[in-house]
DNA sequence: ATATATCGGACTGTTTCAGTCTTGTATGCT
DNA sequence: AGCATACAAGACTGAAACAGTCCGATATAT
């Protein structure tokens, strides 16, 4: 399953939609204008500000804003903030260990791999996206 | 989950592992050196197979081969051979689509960013193993 | 004949995904 | 002060995919 996970495309059309407006948006507004499901889209956004992307402001009035520019925050960026296993295999990652590592024979490519796709993902950004 | 399945690793290393000796491997000279279930890579190679990477002989001193040169076979074959959904999203693979396709305010820059992963992929073959 | 090896499909426990629901907290407005 | 608004946080669900296993069938060299 090589899927970018529904929660980074709602963070990408999320992100996009604030960099669009420029001022404060609820889950709500973006949630109507863009046809996702209101839960769904809320917790994404409480972890894209966790993240540091984005700022909240609670109460009447509220809602979320970007706290950076949109050329600053890369799909690597939301893609880390939001999926739970982003590398390509379990060798490639940092938190993980895969049983038959110093076996394998195709570590080292996978390596390679992943590195290209990881500078490709950097590469584009929000400012891409408007 | 960006990830590789397992199935798209085991394949990768059989590949490499036919590429290596040349001539006739069977199932259980590839798992016994690889540590690869046996029966999990069986399917997987029958996979293969099908898709016209590899070759079987059946019986007493059969097993597989390869049926291209190792640089004729790209990652991206091996992926579309044994992963079930292989794009970056539904709506950048051909046999899906997305109910949210129209209203997408991201379809067309997903579009780019998975031909650039496509090529990236396309560029790595089975002789980069080696 | 028989041992060897692929072929094909059913089956299982575990994990992830996508989405929902509920309860709590902060804050502007009247 | 009180209320409506909007974020915060976590539990919960059904459905799908993954990784692996098991079994019976078929083909073939010796
Ligand atoms: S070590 Fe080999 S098998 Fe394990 S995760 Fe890395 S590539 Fe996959
Ligand atoms: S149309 Fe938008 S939401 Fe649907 S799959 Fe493509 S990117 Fe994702």
Redesign the interface.
């Given at each position: 399953?090589?899927?970018?996970?529904k929660k980074v495309?709602y963070g990408?059309?999320a992100l996009?939609?604030l960099a669009k407006r420029g001022g404060v948006s609820t889950v709500r507004e973006i949630s109507d204008e863009?046809?996702?499901s209101y839960d769904l889209l809320a917790k994404i956004l409480q972890e894209l500000k966790r993240n540091g992307m984005i700022c909240s402001y609670q109460g009447v009035r509220g809602g979320y804003t970007l706290m950076l520019a949109p050329q600053e925050i890369s799909?690597t960026r939301v893609?880390d903030a939001l999926?739970?296993?982003?590398?390509?295999?379990e060798c490639t990652s940092s938190s993980e260990c895969c049983s038959?590592e110093e076996?394998?024979?195709?570590k080292g490519?996978?390596r390679e791999?992943q590195t290209?796709?990881s500078s490709?993902?950097n590469s584009?950004t929000i400012a891409?996206?408007l």
């Open positions: 399953m090589l899927r970018l996970s495309e990408l059309v996009q939609h863009n046809g996702i799909i893609v999926e739970t296993d982003n590398s390509l295999t038959r076996a394998c024979t195709i490519p996978m791999l290209a796709m490709l993902m584009v891409q996206l």
